[in-house]
């Protein structure tokens, strides 16, 4: 059973509807039948199943005693939230892994990030133009401040899907012409869901996997039923499939 780290800085099992997609928040404005789960239920037991079966034919290949992770998302949150030194969440981030591996003691390790973020950027051309610059600085800084963790830190993101979704985010694809290659020579991006997809193809270490791939609801939030959130099984099927690309990729 995967583990998460409470708000009292307690290690828990992570139980079905414990998890938040926003910590500490229960999100009431979702329909009761997909409250938030968040991918990590399905990602560490999927983990921990790989992990299993491939020790199975290797003595020297020991599956984890434990998969654990620490919620530092917040709903709603823009790149520029997360940025060093001084953004709200890079606070709660780094010093949320630093507290995590002390409750958990001696063995413990940081295998990783798990980034779902890119709507709240998707709402302003300027934000947009500018995400592929500032998320590669993002991982750069996070990398170097996790480092005594983690010499390279490996991410799995989560690309943004746009079905649905241009109503609400605007720029969630596309600013101007509407082609996943639309780059200037500054490697300014065209949309969100462009700039992700460069800098997986262009960074060490990110894996990805489309959320276009995963169930969405409808749900009207000022713009007309716009698929906003994707349903549990969204969620599930996610966090499946993140786990999938991390054990090929031979990172675990």
Same mark, same amino acid.
């Given at each position: 059973?995967?583990?998460?780290?409470?708000?009292?800085?307690?290690?828990?099992?992570?139980?079905?509807?414990?998890?938040?997609?926003?910590? $500490?928040?229960? @999100?009431?404005?979702?329909? #009761?039948?997909?409250? =938030?789960?968040?991918?990590? /239920? &399905?990602? *560490?037991? %999927?983990?921990?199943?790989?992990?299993?079966?491939?020790?199975?034919?290797?003595?020297?290949?020991?599956?984890?005693?434990?998969?654990?992770?620490?919620?530092?998302?917040?709903? $709603?949150?823009? @790149?520029?939230?997360?940025? #060093?030194?001084?953004? =709200?969440?890079?606070?709660? /981030? &780094?010093? *949320?892994? %630093?507290?995590?591996?002390?409750?958990?003691?001696?063995?413990?390790?940081?295998?990783?990030?798990?980034?779902?973020?890119?709507?709240?950027?998707?709402?302003?051309?300027?934000?947009?133009?500018?995400?592929?610059?500032?998320?590669?600085?993002?991982?750069?800084?996070?990398?170097?401040?996790?480092?005594?963790?983690?010499?390279?830190?490996?991410?799995?993101?989560?690309?943004?899907?746009?079905?649905?979704?241009?109503?609400?985010?605007?720029?969630?694809?596309?600013?101007?012409?509407?082609?996943?290659?639309?780059?200037?020579?500054?490697?300014?991006?065209?949309?969100?869901?462009?700039?992700?997809?460069?800098?997986?193809?262009?960074?060490?270490?990110?894996?990805?996997?489309?959320?276009?791939?995963?169930?969405?609801?409808?749900?009207?939030?000022?713009?007309?039923?716009?698929?906003?959130?994707?349903?549990?099984?969204?969620?599930?099927?996610?966090?499946?499939?993140?786990?999938?690309?991390?054990?090929?990729?031979?990172?675990?």
């Amino acid at each position: 059973m995967p583990a998460l780290l409470q708000a009292t800085g307690v290690w828990a099992d992570a139980t079905r509807d414990a998890g938040y997609i926003s910590i $500490g928040q229960r @999100l009431d404005y979702l329909l #009761p039948d997909h409250l =938030p789960m968040g991918p990590h /239920m &399905t990602f *560490g037991a %999927a983990l921990l199943q790989g992990a299993a079966a491939g020790a199975a034919g290797a003595a020297a290949a020991a599956p984890p005693a434990a998969v654990g992770f620490v919620p530092t998302a917040l709903g $709603g949150t823009p @790149l520029s939230a997360w940025m #060093p030194p001084d953004g =709200p969440q890079w606070r709660a /981030m &780094t010093d *949320g892994v %630093a507290h995590a591996l002390a409750a958990a003691g001696p063995g413990a390790r940081v295998r990783g990030l798990l980034w779902v973020q890119g709507e709240s950027d998707a709402l302003s051309e300027s934000d947009a133009k500018t995400y592929r610059t500032r998320l590669v600085a993002f991982l750069a800084s996070l990398r170097a401040r996790l480092a005594a963790y983690h010499s390279a830190l490996p991410v799995v993101m989560a690309v943004m899907s746009t079905a649905r979704r241009a109503d609400q985010f605007p720029y969630i694809q596309q600013v101007g012409a509407c082609q996943r290659q639309a780059w200037d020579l500054r490697g300014r991006g065209r949309g969100v869901r462009d700039a992700q997809l460069s800098v997986a193809n262009s960074t060490e270490n990110v894996l990805t996997v489309d959320m276009a791939d995963f169930e969405f609801y409808a749900q009207d939030m000022g713009y007309g039923k716009q698929w906003t959130h994707l349903t549990k099984r969204g969620e599930c099927d996610m966090g499946t499939a993140m786990a999938s690309a991390w054990l090929a990729s031979g990172l675990a």
